[in-house]
Structures are given as C-alpha cells and as structure tokens.
C-alpha cells in the first residue's frame, strides 16, 4: 500500500476524491502535508465530519485569518469577513446578516423568477445550450450584480476575476500556481472594478443597493474604505462561484437519471431535499481553510499552534459516521441537510437563504421543461479540474424544438 500523501492541487482530485477521501479518514484523519512550492506552506489537513464540525466551531483554538503573507509577489492580507477574526468579523457579519436577511430577501424570489423565465425562454428558442455559460453563471451573477449594484457589461471580465477569488483561496491551502496562471491579477482587477465602483458612490445619493448601503457606512465611520471593497468582491465571488456548481450538478443529474426527474416532477415538494443532498453529495466548496490559535491534537497527532489546515468539507459530507451509504445519491436522506457544504460555526454560509431560494425556483422551473432538454451524447459534461470551487464547467444541452412544454403552471 502506498503512504498517503495529499496533493490539493492534483487534478484528479478535482472530479472525483471520494475513494481517496476515504482512505484519509479512515487511515489518516489528521494527516500532515507538504506544501506543493517552496513558496507555499506546510499544511494539515481534515477529513472526518465529526473533527470537522469541532474545529470550525472552535473560535476560542481556531482562527479564519488565513491570509497574512505574501503570495505570488502581492501582500494578500485581505480584510475580508471569511479571512477575520473577531471583533472586526462580527462587525462585518453583523453588516452581511442585514443585507442577506430574512427582511432583504423576502423581496427577491420575485425578481429572481422573472431572471430565471427569461433565461429558459431565451434556452428554449435555442437548438442547444452551453448550460453553464448560459444559465448557471448567468443567474446567479445577475441576481448577485443587481444586489451589490455593479454593471454587468463586462461581464466574461467580472466571471473571470471572481473565479480567481477561490483560486487564489485554494494557493493558499497548497494548490499548484501553474494551474491558475494569472490569478493574483485577476483577483486584483476584481478588487480595483469595486474600488472604481465603490469611489463612484462617494458623495453621491444612496442607489438602492448594497455597495451604496456599505458607502454610506464608510461615510459614517463604521466601515474602513478597505472593507467596503473586500465585502463587495466577497459577496460576488461567495455568490457566484458556488451556486452556479449547485445549478449544473442538479441539472446534469436531472438529464442523467429519468427515474429522478420523474420523482421531482411528480413531488416538486422533494426540491429542497434534493437541493441539501446535492450539496452533500458534490459540495461547491469542497475545502475551506482554518489556522490554529492553540496546539489541537487530534486522532494522535499534534497540530501545532500557528499551523494552517486544510478543512475537507467535502470529504466530511461522505464519512459514513455522519451519513450511511453516503456515496449513495438519496433524496429522501433524512439528515441531508445536516452537510456541511454552508460552513459551520461563526463563519456559517450568510448565503444559504439565497442560494436555496434561487436554486429551488430555477429547478422548479426547469422541470416542466426536462422532456425537451437532454445532455449531447458527443460531448459530456465536463468537471472543472482548476483548483477552487468543484463541479460541472462545461455541460451542452440539445433542446428539441419539435416537443411541446408539459405544462405552464408553477410547480
Ligand atoms: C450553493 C451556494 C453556496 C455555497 C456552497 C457556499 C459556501 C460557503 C461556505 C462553505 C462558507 C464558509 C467559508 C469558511 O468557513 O471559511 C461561505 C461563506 C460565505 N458565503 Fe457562501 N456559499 C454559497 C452561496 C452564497 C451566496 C449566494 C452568497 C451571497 C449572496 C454567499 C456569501 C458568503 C459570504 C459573504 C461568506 C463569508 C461569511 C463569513 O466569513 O462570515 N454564499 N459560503
């Protein structure tokens, strides 16, 4: 048998970990690894749900500021909520809960009802798709683009930099810069775009949207102009680059598995359940990073003070401790929504509302559509084997022409 060595940016981890996942919990649930570049740094990493949910629990041992070096020539210390601490963490959180609350949200399922018809009705006109270009990243990027209040017209640009958020999430937890050539840049250049965008507002009258609301409090003293620009690209990449993966791995399970989509359409009410088991399943953000404030040892091992750790959310989503048979795809799972995909702890997705609103309607709205929708049997959907977030990249949809819609009506 082979030592266990965990290699973040190996690309085969990036479409399918789950039997090497297995080995580290079983073998090796705290395993101690070498950084991938002299530049990068030596690294634990975490696999087991039960460790998992501890740690990040943990504010007293366990902290998020990750980001405190320099990287790829460019002092990263970024004043972003996901990479603080508190007391600055729950200033900016308390600021985020506002804008992402049940008061702020309550106002959206319309708005994102009328981006989803218009987004199939443009699919449907169409003899094929590229699903991912034309619904997963459209969606959430307009829904997300409108909240903040940030143009759109140069959107392939904004895509391009927000990817680069959890690109350069992933060097830090070890992954290999040749695979994300020029991702420091793109970061920068969306950290500029908001500067330029967040400038603009100064002075000006309240627009309506959440960068203006975060101008006005760098105007009152509560924010730093700093952190006004870290929360607008935070919400945009958080946003985006995690509900499109949820959007395309439930419309590529749908296509593949009829008996599935004949379940969902039948009991549409099983939606949610299929959404929290997705999230298990294939979980978006398959690691997030964490950094020990105290000497933790666990399983053995002695992480010391100071060490950065890798925190395999993914994996701890298919430890059979938590979840039986969980390579099983299961939507009647009764603890699905017990995953971890959101985070946990201080830290805990504030997108979660969101994202289950958008990805309840899109899929809801997409069913009476299914039986006029198949995968190209030429050219499979592909997974994303760049570093970041996990899931399908690539996914071209045949839409027939000839095939009248099921039904109208709102499921
Ligand atoms: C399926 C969709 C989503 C997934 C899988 C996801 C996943 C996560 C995870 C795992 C974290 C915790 C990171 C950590 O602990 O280090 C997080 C934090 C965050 N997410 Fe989401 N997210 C999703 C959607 C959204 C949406 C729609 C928004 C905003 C509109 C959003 C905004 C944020 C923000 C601002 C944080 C940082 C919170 C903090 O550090 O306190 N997310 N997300």
Redesign the pocket.
Known sequence: MTALTYDPADPALKVDPWAFYQRLRDEAPVLSCTGATPEAENFYVMTRYDDIAML?RDKNRVS?HVVDRLLQGAFLDLP?????DAPV?TK??RV?NR??GPRAVSSLPLRVQQLIDELIGEMLSKPEVEFVEEFTTEL?LR??GE?LGVPLDRKAEITRWSEAVLETASLIGGGDPDLVPGCTEDFLALVNFIDEQATGRVGCPHRGDLLSDLVSREAAGELSHDEVVA?GW??LS???D??M??LGGGMQMLLADPLLADRLIAEPERTDNFIEEY?RFN???QL???RLKEDIELHGVVMPAGSLVD?L?GSANRDPRKFPDPDVFDIDRPNAADH?????????????A???M??GLAFRALYPHLHRLSLDPERPPQMRVKPG?FGIDHMDILVSQDTPALATARL
Do not use: E, I, Q
């Open positions: 990040l998020a972003a909520m996901v990479n603080s963490h900016l959180r985020t804008a992402l959430p829904l997300v909240m929360m935070s919400f958080a946003g985006k995690t509900t993966y949820l999230l979980s978006p953000t997030v990073l964490r925190v959310v971890l995909a959101f985070g946990a702890g201080s830290h805990f997705c504030p997108g979660t969101v994202a289950r958008l990805a977030a």
